[in-house]
């Protein structure tokens, strides 16, 4: 085999492994990403059934409610016009209340959404930016809608 041929046939078994690897690489980013939607987006059908996304919004005032074992507690998540109950097994965040914004991750079943994760903001002017920006389109979708009638 011409030195020309060894050259052509390594640089071609480069670009064989260089480009499985990089299936496999964005196979495993494709696994590993999770959507964030608004109660909104989620109660309009935009998100599949049992499929794991973020939700993201304020707590509803009175919707938290804490069962006897101590770690099971329901709550609900709005952004000004849908609100979605939450169902969660675990220990809340210390800053998690009432009235205050949330993200919770896990799956909706059409009825509630089962968290396996909640995140609670950090200071009273933190809000995750993607829920930040649906809450005020929401309210903005809101006052037009109050202005046109």
């Known amino acids: 085999m011409s030195p020309r041929k060894k050259r052509l046939l390594w640089v071609v078994a ?11 690489v964005v196979q495993a980013l494709r696994q590993n ?9 989620v109660h309009q059908g935009k998100v599949g059934s049992q499929e794991y996304f973020r939700i993201g ?5 009175g919707s ?14 709005d952004d000004g016009a849908t609100r979605i109950p939450v169902q969660y097994k675990g220990i809340l ?9 949330a993200v919770a991750q896990g799956y909706w079943n059409g009825q509630v959404f089962t968290a396996k994760e909640v995140l609670a903001k950090h200071d009273e002017n933190y809000m995750p930016p993607e829920a930040q920006m649906a809450i005020d389109q929401q309210h903005q979708a809101a006052k037009t809608l109050k202005l046109e009638q």
Request: no cysteine; charged share 10%; proline share 4%.
């Open 93 to 101: 965040p210390d800053l998690f209340k009432e009235g205050q914004g």
């Open 33 to 41: 990403m999770v959507f964030f939607y608004t109660p909104t987006e």
């Open 14 to 24: 480069a670009a064989g492994v260089l480009g499985i690897i990089s299936i496999f």
């Open 64 to 77: 938290l409610q804490r069962q006897t074992d101590g770690v099971t507690v329901a709550f609900a998540i």
């Open 57 to 61: 919004g304020m707590v509803t005032a």
